[in-house]
């Protein structure tokens, strides 16, 4: 197997040591089948027992390992060395906070996903006794693409909305709500639209597209925003003309 | 905790999971010659093909110790991530890939650069699954007054010594379930279960992250300790064990525990310090690699995932039995048996593919 | 959180998204280049012709929407693209654009009635 030497330039911070961030330079002897992520364990492994970062499946199934690769948010598990120059400048994803080194604080994602309800509302509960809800593989189809999210964030980087205002519900949480509202066994669109269709919501979004650019499992979060819009625009006349109506 | 399962299909070198559904649509096995191998294992026979349950569909531990056979006769395909054999798609067409398994193609596309509408994959067994774990009840209780277990680390058992695919969904769903909601009726009981003095006690005579904070000396990287680990598990423990890999990866194994005392922390800090996360990760697994050693060891039969070359017939008599290792301090763990509870099916004959017909 | 009133400017947005992506490259061809390039015969755009067109309802009505919708896609476009370039002072950029468009519909409104 062929080895390559690359400079890895790796952003570092311990905020109990370090007034700000700094790069720190390590040259990784690469395989040819690596990943980012390979080269990164190695820096740990062998040469700095100090950096951290997350990482788990290897396989871009977790969402763990989101990274700034070359300026690009990537999950580095698939991001192969053999696409990459000979000088590798990784961060930790853009619009996050530093915790440390390469890892992020996610407190808000994790608010942000919280707060768009991503639960079944049913239209009425059912005892087991009486059976399963019952769906077609038509009705799954509708949502199917935005139950593919593995929440790694990478669309919060890539976002220049979420960037400029953190209130911005983003991506993935108004995709997830899509998920709900497009689920034949959910009726729960009314219920989320405080969040989904007010100001910091759908309406932040100026249709930029990065975020589904950079998705890995294409779930097109940009598209669900889009569709939200229409089905929101609907629902604002609607609620207009008949004010009585409560979805 | 001997039995552990292997998956068939995983790619060489990353272990990257090449789903079951690769072979439910239809996929075949195929060794060095294009011979569909599995039929001489007792799975066939391999025609009328395509059909349900056709003999790639067979059981993990069965496929994966077959692969083993294969490799033992030379008939392997050797790769620079080791031995493998090859799991063909081609025949499913591109269409019906990119429809029911686009991410199987994404994955050998990209991790091994084959695509699997032109050529088929690479694959060998990687270890996927525990089947032993935590002791609990049906409501998740360990032995242990409020702790609480689910998922692959506990064992209820619904798995046994092999493991139906897709049963860890049942795990996190069902016990995760009775676990979170016991623990909050717990939390919510008036009286306090826990014996306060006692766990301090324990704690100041643990102190396992204090102790690796304040080592000194050092010449043993976690990093090496698990590869060597990893290593020996894999040779005296994997698909097929004698009582001579096992003792010998039973030394290897005190050996690591030994050394791992040198582990020295590089990383000082108390801020997300992954240098100390995979140091406590390896002391744990070091435990339960012994675990899995000694309860092999004591199991002289071969039974689902666990198969002995010096014993390879199952015992019921003897050994119709949970295994239960016990921690030691500073030694290895204790082994004793319960029964297994028979409710509603017999053990039987392990009879696949068209022979029992 | 309130329900955002973004929907009254957006579905203008939309529907003069849509009109300007269908009728004003259309537009444009007819009326600027369709004659000069020979496609169409100079008396196609006769001003007797056209003052008939939007003399009559249906013809006022039409040219109106071809000129309201896409004047307030515009606004909103420009809104937006002043937002991502990095002018944040939303109010005043939503006076002037939306002011913009206002004023163009007024006029064309206007114009169109008085024809």
């Known amino acids: 197997m062929n080895e390559r030497h690359v400079d890895l330039e790796i952003l570092r911070y311990d905020p109990e040591t370090d007034e700000e961030p700094a790069f720190q330079t390590y040259r990784v002897p690469c395989q040819e089948d690596w990943v980012v992520l390979d080269a990164v364990n190695y820096v740990k492994d062998v040469l700095d027992r100090t950096l951290s970062y997350r990482w788990s499946c290897h396989m871009a199934v977790c969402g763990s390992c989101g990274m700034m690769i070359n300026g690009e948010p990537m999950l580095s598990c698939k991001a192969f060395v053999r696409d990459m120059p000979d000088r590798i400048r990784i961060e930790p994803l853009a619009n996050f906070p530093i915790e440390r080194d390469l890892v992020v604080v996610t407190d808000d994602f994790m608010d942000k996903l919280a707060s768009v309800k991503p639960y079944l509302i049913p239209r009425e509960e059912k005892a087991i006794e009486d059976g399963a809800h019952v769906q077609t593989p038509a009705q799954l189809k509708k949502f199917k693409q935005y139950t593919l999210c593995i929440n790694c964030t990478l669309c919060y980087a890539a976002c220049p909305q979420y960037a400029h205002d953190q209130n911005f519900t983003g991506p993935a949480a108004l995709a997830l709500a899509h998920r709900y509202n497009l689920d034949s066994q959910d009726v729960g669109r009314g219920a989320r639209e405080d969040v989904v269709a007010s100001n910091a919501g759908i309406w932040e979004c100026s249709f930029v597209g990065a975020c589904s650019d950079v998705c890995p499992h294409e779930v097109d979060p940009a598209g669900a925003i889009q569709q939200t819009k229409i089905a929101s625009t609907v629902d604002y006349f609607m609620g207009l003309l008949t004010p009585e109506r409560d979805r | ?357 | 959180m309130a329900r955002s009133n973004k929907p009254i400017v957006w579905s203008l947005f939309a529907a003069g998204g849509t009109v300007a992506a269908f009728i004003t490259p259309v537009m444009i061809l007819v009326t600027g280049l369709a004659v000069a390039v020979g496609l169409l015969p100079a008396e196609a755009l006769a001003y007797d012709r056209m003052l008939a067109l939007v003399q009559n309802p249906l013809g006022k009505g039409l040219v109106f929407l071809a000129v309201f919708l896409p004047a307030w896609h515009a606004a909103h476009r420009l809104r937006i693209t002043a937002h991502d370039f990095g002018i944040r002072a939303d109010v005043a950029v939503m006076a002037v654009c939306y002011g913009l468009a206002a004023l163009a519909s007024v006029i064309a409104a206007f114009a169109l009635f008085r024809v």
């Open chain 2, 1 to 357: 905790m001997e039995f552990v399962q292997y998956h068939p299909t995983g790619l060489p070198g990353t272990g990257i999971l090449i789903t079951e559904g690769s072979r439910g649509e239809g996929g075949i096995l195929v060794n060095k010659d294009g011979y569909r191998y599995l039929q001489d294992y007792g799975l066939g026979p391999p025609d009328p093909w395509p059909r349900n349950k056709a003999m790639e569909l067979g059981p993990r531990d069965r496929l994966s110790q077959a692969f083993w056979h294969e490799n033992q006769k030379g008939r392997t395909i050797d790769t620079p991530h080791g031995d493998v054999v090859h799991l063909d798609l081609r025949h499913l067409g591109e269409k019906r890939i990119d429809e029911c398994l686009p991410m199987i193609r994404d994955l050998a596309t990209s991790y091994v650069g084959v695509d699997p509408v032109h050529a088929p994959i690479p694959v060998r067994p990687v270890v996927h699954y525990t089947m032993g774990g935590i002791d609990t009840d049906i409501d998740a209780k360990t032995r242990i007054e409020g702790l609480f277990a689910a998922g692959e680390c506990a064992c209820v058992s619904i798995n046994g010594a092999n493991r139906l695919g897709s049963n860890s969904l049942t795990e996190l769903l069902v016990f995760g379930a009775r676990a979170g909601l016991g623990a909050a009726r717990l939390a919510e009981a008036e009286v306090s279960h826990a014996d306060e003095a006692a766990i301090r006690e324990q704690a100041a005579a643990g102190d396992r992250v204090g102790r690796l904070f304040r080592n000194t000396g050092g010449g043993e990287s976690v990093a090496g300790l698990r590869r060597e680990m990893n290593a020996t598990m894999e040779s005296g423990a994997g698909i097929y064990r004698t009582e001579e890999s096992l003792s010998r990866s039973c030394a290897v194994m005190n050996d690591i525990r030994r050394r791992y005392a040198d582990v020295v922390l590089e990383d000082k800090s108390n801020v997300y310090n992954t240098d100390l996360i995979q140091a406590l990760e390896l002391d744990a697994m070091i435990d339960i690699a012994g675990a899995v050693i000694v309860s092999a060891l004591a199991r002289r039969e071969s039974r689902g995932a666990h198969q002995r070359l010096d014993h390879e017939r199952r015992d019921d008599e003897a050994y119709l039995k949970h295994s239960l290792a016990h921690y030691v301090a500073g030694e290895d763990p204790t082994i004793d048996y319960r029964d297994v509870v028979i409710t509603r099916s017999e053990p039987g004959e392990r009879v696949y593919g068209g022979a029992h017909k």
